[in-house]
């Protein structure tokens, strides 16, 4: 009984060290080395002052701005720390009336009449997607275009420029990053 206990506690603190200690310092390591943008959270840096992350949507809600996908944190939106989805189905009433919702408010913005791109109604399964289709981004071009008194060409050019492509040409599909594109649109005016 002595030699199992013995034998169970050192294997509980080899499996600590290695586990709790050695495995994270080897991944953070590698992490620091092959992908440091990524692993320091990919901030986006205005001079001294962090504008926020490209890899977490923010909330943008003024006609001035491209809107990103709904979130789906509470109690707070685009909160890293309350990262999931809503869990409705897609005949459960909540969902309905978010998008609902996000409907009404695109239209009272003024946005174009017709069919509205999905990624502008429903939240992502983490609830912090920093992307829009690009067809989300055409739809808002009017707009934003309008608010800030922008040719629609000249927000169109700025979509383009920041609109990615699939990774490795064959993963995923284009898409824009919703911060980068509205820092973009700031920086433009701001000249």
Not at 38 to 44: F, H, S, T
Not at 80 to 89: D, E, L, T, W
Not at 129 to 157: G, K, L
């Amino acid at each position: 009984m002595i030699q199992q206990l013995r034998t169970a506690t050192l294997v509980l603190i080899a499996l600590t060290i290695l586990t709790g200690g050695i495995y994270p310092l080897l991944v953070t390591a590698i992490a620091q080395l092959a992908f440091p943008h990524q692993a320091n959270g990919g901030l986006i840096r205005q001079g001294e002052r962090v504008a926020g992350s490209e890899l977490i949507g923010q909330p943008f809600s003024g006609p001035h701005y491209f809107w990103g996908r709904l979130s789906a944190t509470v109690p707070f939106p685009y909160n890293a720390a309350a990262s999931s989805g809503s869990n409705f189905g897609p005949l459960h009433p909540g969902l309905k009336e978010a998008a609902e919702a996000r409907i009404a408010a695109l239209r009272a913005a003024g946005s174009p009449a017709g069919a509205i791109p999905v990624d502008l109604v429903t939240a992502s399964a983490s609830g912090l997607d920093p992307h829009i289709s690009p067809a989300a981004a055409e739809f808002q071009v009017q707009r934003v275009a309008v608010s800030r008194r922008m040719s629609e060409d000249a927000v169109r050019e700025l979509i383009g420029q920041s609109t990615e492509g699939r990774q490795l040409g064959v993963l995923g599909e284009p898409r824009v990053n919703v911060l980068q594109l509205n820092l973009a649109l700031d920086r433009l005016q701001a000249k």
